[in-house]
């Protein structure tokens, strides 16, 4: 038809677009035009395919396809022509048609493997895994559908989790300060004695299993102390077993124990210790109840002494009756020394602490005796659980062994007070007051003797090791530089409780009062001896003679302490004579004798006319002492008698 | 008369009727060491003491039918201590509401020479035997747990023979006479030996 013209012909459409209609008012509405792909379906609509290829298939799948009218229509007709013009000697439908046979070859192939594959005889089919890969939109959708809900599943049971776990890390919590307490009271258990009474429980803090017979009940309760919040941080020392100690137990207590040399005032008895210790610096928080406990116990301990001390100093009787007042017990062991014994307790209430500080270094505290007192107060309890022992044979009934004893060995009144100890706490810790006063009073009249007189000089040698009752010192009495000749004075002085026996070298024994006045005159007519008895040392060292020797002189000044003493030497040749008379404390005087014939002021004696007379020695005369050189009595003398001897060379 | 010490009541001349209040029970051997633990921790805080006894036991022939009978003891392992005089009367078992046996009780320390002296007072010895276990106490209750051995030649302390394989529990506080009180104490302190020793108030009429 078209194609077969042979002249090109440019066909235009008058309009681009199709006029759908035109409006009464003469405007076109247009219709879009179609797209190049919609051009070619509505094209292909037209197809006829049974044309050409006779086959039933063809026919099924283009039924709707009428016979195409070739010629075209209107406005499809010039695209008609661009193809012919591309493709001058095929038919325009040629490539349509050719993949249409290769699809039909195809559909029949596979209609031979069907019809093959139905029999099952030749050829089966096997589902492949793959088959579930290619589908492509709506597997992908799915699989994010199920993908969101197994997560959201997932987070549900971790959010589960979590909150499960949460939970059982609270509960832990509770659980471990359950366990913790538990294992607490375990260990609180381990060094206390702890009941039930009914929900309580209740600890004991008194010595009563110890042997204390002390009323106070000393009871502390054990709390649970688990109610704090577990949100907060908690502190470091936490404990979850806390203890709740009676009022009266609570802070901190001492015994003090000193001495003072002049009574106070009545009035200011029971308050001048009531002052506060420092405390050291406690943490912030509780303490642990261990220390708790243990300050407890000790303020119980301390009340206990204090206790049984009063009830002694009221019920002994002395010859200066034991004061009680207050907190404080005085005792007068030695006139004019006041034994005070006091129980400070400072608890932590604020009012204490407005107390004043003790000035420092007031009044000394003897700690040996507060220790001391702490022993004793065990003694006492040890003894109170010893003394009633078990009966033996085993059917006898309990009691003390000395009323046991007492009838069958028919004892008296004497052998059953041997048996009992009657001496108290108090007594005791007197006596050892009394015995650390004397110590100290000895050696600081020692010492102050031997600062103040430095010729002879003072050694004392103390023993570490005492008794508590008694405890001893060696005395040296020695001159400088003459240590090894002049040995005479060594004395042992045993200080006791009331009094300090002096053993002599010789064996005496002097037993000085509780005095320290006897004590220093003693010592001081012991160094007035001393330098005569230098002396006399130094004497034979030196070759003279000795004339006489008095410790004690009957002539003279009478001195006020002990008895001066004497000596006279003589010269090796015999021509001067030293006499030495020392007193305690009238001090040395020393005499030089002189031969007759060198005095020159001597009047001629009608009597002694021969000139042997003339070795006669003559009258004393007083060394001026003061004026000798030398740097001790001893060293004087040296000099002295070594000058009046005639030179040996 | 040596008075009994443990009393709240003055003692006047020996003229107080003590009484003493007694359970008894027995453990086999195996298990003696485990009631030894419990009473350890239960009894006053002292050292566990164990004793040795030997006993005598001396009758007085009368006109009465029933002899008048005394027990001489003595510590065999404690050098110097006195010898032990004990009268004992008839048990009493009481009602239910006493939890003890009692019986009057005299008790007397004296020297060694007792057993001449009641020879000589016209007793004659009937039973002798060794006892030896351990003593313990609390407050005023005693608790004994011993053996008791049979002598085997008469006066010779030396060769004894087990009676049996159990130690005897003895629980006894001796208080004046009307003191029933002190039986609750010993009734308390019993139950909580339970299960290892059932002490209880034995009549010794119904064993004979």
Known sequence: MSGVRAVRISIESACEKQVQEVGLDGTETYLQPLSMSQNLARLAQRIDFSQGSGSEEEEAAGPDGDAPDWAGAGA??????????????????????????????????????????????????????QDALPP?????????????????????????????????????????????????????????????????????LSYRSA?????????????????????????????????QIPSDLEGSAYIKVSIQKQAPDIGDLGTVNLFKRPLPKSKPGSPHWQTKLEAAQNVLLCKEIFAQLSREAVQIKSQIPHIVVKNQIISQPFPSLQLSISLCHSSDDKKSQKCAPEKPGQEGHLYVLEHNLHLLIREFHKQTLSSIVMPHPASAPFGHKR??????????????????????????????????????????????????????????????????????????????????????????????????????????VITLSHQEQELQDFLLSQMSQHQVHAVQQLAKVMGWQVL???????????????????????????????????????????????PRNQCKDL??????????????????????????????????????????????? | MEAPPVTMMPVTGGTINMMEYLLQGSVLDHSLESLIHRLRGLCDNMEPETFLDHEMVFLLKGQQASPFVLRARRSMDRAGAPWHLRYLGQPEMGDKNRHALVRNCVDIATSENLTDFLMEMGFRMDHEF?????????????????????????????????????????????????????SDDMRNFAEQLKPLVHLEKIDPKRLM
């Open chain 1, 76 to 129: 499809d007709q010039d695209d008609e022509e661009g193809l012919v013009k591309f493709q001058p000697s095929l038919w325009p439908w040629d490539s349509v048609r050719n993949n249409l046979r290769s699809a039909l070859t195809e559909m029949c192939v596979l209609y031979d493997v069907l019809s093959i594959v139905r029999d099952k005889k030749f050829m089966t089919l096997d589902p492949v895994s």
């Open chain 1, 136 to 204: 492509k939109q709506s597997p992908q959708t799915l699989q994010l559908i199920s993908k969101k809900k197994s997560l959201a599943g997932a987070a549900q049971i971790l959010l589960k989790g979590a909150e499960r776990l949460t939970k059982s890390v609270t509960e832990n919590q509770e659980n471990k300060l359950q366990r913790d307490f538990n294992s607490e009271l375990l260990r609180l258990r381990q060094h206390w004695k702890l009941r039930k009474v009914g929900d309580k429980i209740l600890g004991d």
């Open chain 1, 211 to 243: 042997g204390s017979l002390f009323p106070h009940h000393g009871t502390f309760e054990v709390i649970k102390n688990t109610d704090i919040d577990l949100d907060k941080k908690i502190p470091e020392d936490y404990c979850p077993l806390d203890v």
């Open chain 1, 403 to 508: 009323m046991r004893l007492s009838g069958p060995q028919a004892f008296d009144k004497n052998e059953i007070n041997s048996i009992q100890s009657t001496e108290g706490l108090l007594e005791k810790i007197i006596k050892q007051a009394k015995h650390i006063f004397l110590r100290s009073r000895t050696a600081a009249t020692i010492d102050s003797l031997a600062s103040r007189i430095e010729d002879p000089q003072i050694q004392a040698h103390w023993s570490n090791i005492n008794d508590v009752y008694e405890s001893s010192v060696k005395v040296l009495i020695t001159s400088q530089g003459y240590e090894q000749i002049c040995k005479s004075i060594q004395l042992q002085l045993n200080i006791g409780v009331e009094q300090v026996r002096v053993v002599h070298r010789d064996g005496r």
């Open chain 1, 548 to 594: 006489s020797f008095s410790n004690h002189v009957g002539l003279g000044p009478i001195e006020s302490i002990g008895n001066a003493s004497a000596i006279t030497v003589a010269s090796p040749s015999g021509d001067y004579a030293i006499s030495v008379r020392n007193g305690p404390e009238s001090g040395s005087k020393i005499m030089v004798q002189f």
């Open chain 1, 603 to 649: 009047p001629k004696s009608d009597v002694l006319q021969d000139s042997k007379w003339s070795h006669l020695r003559g009258p004393f005369k007083e060394v001026q002492w003061n004026k000798m050189e030398g740097r001790n009595f001893v060293y004087k003398m040296e000099l002295l008698m070594s000058a009046l001897s005639p030179c040996l060379l």
């Open chain 2, 130 to 182: 060794v006892a030896k276990g351990h003593l313990f106490r609390k407050g005023i209750m005693k608790i004994v747990v011993y053996k008791i051995f049979r002598i085997l030649v008469p006066g010779n302390t030396d060769s004894t023979e087990a009676l049996s394989l159990s130690y005897l529990v003895e629980l006894s506080v001796v208080a004046p006479a009307g003191q029933d009180m002190v």
